[in-house]
Every structure is written in C-alpha cells, then in structure tokens.
C-alpha cells in the first residue's frame, strides 16, 4: 500500500522509500516532516508538496523532497485516467528514467493503482536549479543546452527494441487514442472562451485555421512512414525544465510521453518557449546543434524528414495556447504567458508555412 493522500503519509513509508532509493542509511530513519503545497495553480492534474524531512542522525538524508499525488478534482481524476497521465508518469519513473542519459529527478518511491488510478512519487527536490520564465522566454545559451540535452535522450531511445516488449505496452503512441479525440474536443471547447477572452488575437486566418483543425488533428500527431521514432517527453518547455549551475539541464513531468517523431519535443520547445526574435535568430543554428548531438549519440537522423516533422508540428502546437484560453486567468502574468504563446505558435506556423499540413 502506498500514501493516496497526503495525510496518509508517514515517516515509515518516507523512511522505507529513502532506503530503497539508495539515499538514506538502513540504520537512519526519518522521524518528522513538514508540508509545504507547491506549484499551486500549476499542477493541475497532481497536486505537488514539499516535505522537509527530519532524521533520526544528522544530515542522514535529503533535507526536502518533493511529493507528487492524484488530483483530488473529479474533473482533474476523469481526464487524467481517460489520458493515462498518472499511468504514464510513474511508467515513465519505473522503466525509463534509469535508462536516459539526460537528468531527471532522482525517484525514490513511484506506485500506481491501475483499479482506482492514484498514484505516488517521491522525488528529488531540484528547486536549488535555475529556471527561466517562459513569459521571458528561454536565453539562447541555455537553449543550446536544452536542445542538446533533448537529442542524447532522444539517441537514446531512437526505434527502441523496448518498444515492441509488453512490459512498455503502456507507452502509446501519441496519435492513439483517445489523445487525437480530446484534442478535437478541447479545442472545440476552447473555442468560444478563446474568443472572449482574447477578441484582439482573433483573426480571419485564425477562424480559418480552426475550420480545419479538428479534421487534421490526428493526422498531425501520426508518425510518417519511414521516420525513426523515439521516446517522447510531450510538454518540453521551460516550465518543466531546471537549469543547473554546471550545465545540465533537469526534464520533470513526464505524465505525456508517448512514442513519436524526433522533432516533436524540439519543435514545441522552439515554438512555445522562445521569444519570436530569438527563434528567429537562432533557429537554424539550433537545429544544427541538436543535429550533430544526435549524430555524437550515434543515430543520423535525416535533416528533410525531421524538417517536415518539426513544421507539422509547428501546426499542432497551436492547440496548446488555444486550450489554455478556457482555464481561470488568474492573474496577468497567466493572461501575458497565453498571449505570448498563441503569439509565437501563429509567428512560427506563417515563418514555416505549416497550414500546409491541415487537412482540406
């Protein structure tokens, strides 16, 4: 049995989870902690708590850690298990996270209940990390490492034989259902709030797009023929990455991965988390570096192919600031991050022609 809730969290399960993750001594125990909510607002499908953890010795083990559980929003709970995110995640923690060469945070517990779908993890605490606003954008400099740090885990996973074993049979592919359906569904849904919410964004070439949109949604997330596929984050932007002082670069929430085209982590980050001046410049140069990791890492992916792959992208990248209009703008920087968003996705899909990939 594993903590549902967060009151039914205790220092013996905290001390056995410590244990088994390798960073607390079989004769040190956890005898009290504190809880802090985190990220409030933000983790909507989980709810996220800091604990500050007290040791029976001194410094025995991490002083804080980061608690991750089902949300307790029915809402929240039906999309997520419709979605398999908390599945997904904690598949995610068991099977891939100790075969990527890319940090992630170190977990010490991770458990589901496929019956009643609530989940646990225990994480490492990276909040000593630096993070970028996504508002500001992502400096060029610490894009270069993103993107490099996106091909070795992408090399890494490049048409896995772990793809065809019945132990990874939870990972989808991102055009399977029901993910092409809710994102008809979500759009659909967000359509109208979008409208009203933000009247000045909304233009004849939008409308128009949106005409098409629906139609094309499955066609944009499924994987062409002849192209590699690799293991997916799904939601690579700059609020879920950590910055470390010597260079690395920390990838969390990975409720979304799926398997999928190479370009489709690298053209979301570009879109979504650059500023439209600094994508523009740079864009080109980034491509390249994350090219020639890829090729360090041993895999040769084909420029065209991912070039097709990131524009198609591109398109379906709209649907994220689309969606995100019909959520509670809760304060003006939640209204300024959706604006930049729509703002960049709309930039990118002219710069690179990518209504081409709608469906007529």
Known sequence: ???????????????????????????????????????????????????????????????????????????????????????????????????????????????????????????????????????????????????????????????????????????????????????VQGMADSWGPFQESFPELVTDELAAIMERFATSARSLLTVKEGRPITLVHGDYRLDNLFFSADGRVTAIDWQVCTKGPFAYDLAYFMTQSLTIDDRRAHEAALIDAYLDELRACGVDHDRDMLTDDYRATTMFCLCYPIQAGRIELVNDRARALIVDMFNRAMTAISDHNATEFLLV
């Not at 399960?13 to 244990?19: E, G, N, Y």
């Not at 996106?150 to 990972?171: G, I, Q």
């Open 1 to 183: 049995m594993f903590p549902a809730q967060v009151e039914e969290v205790e220092a013996s399960w905290l001390t056995q989870s410590l244990r088994s993750g390798g960073v607390l001594a079989a004769d040190s125990q956890v005898t009290e902690f504190d809880i802090e909510p985190i990220g409030m607002g933000i983790g909507i499908m989980g709810l996220l708590y800091r604990l500050s953890l007290r040791y029976d010795s001194d410094r025995a083990g991490p002083a804080t850690v980061v608690l991750k559980l089902a949300s307790t929003d029915p809402q929240a709970r039906h999309v997520a298990r419709a979605f398999r995110f908390y599945e997904k995640e904690v598949g995610f923690y068991r099977d891939f996270a100790p075969l990527t060469p890319i940090p992630t945070t170190a977990c010490y517990a991770a458990d589901h209940n496929l019956e009643t779908d609530d989940f646990v993890l225990l994480l490492e605490d990276v909040g000593y990390a630096a993070v970028h606003s996504q508002v500001d954008g992502c400096p060029p400099g610490a894009a270069l490492l993103t993107v490099r740090n996106l091909a070795r885990h992408h090399a890494a996973f490049a048409d896995s034989v772990l793809f065809d074993d019945p132990a990874f049979a939870w990972v989808p592919f991102g055009s399977d259902s029901p993910t092409p359906e809710g994102v």
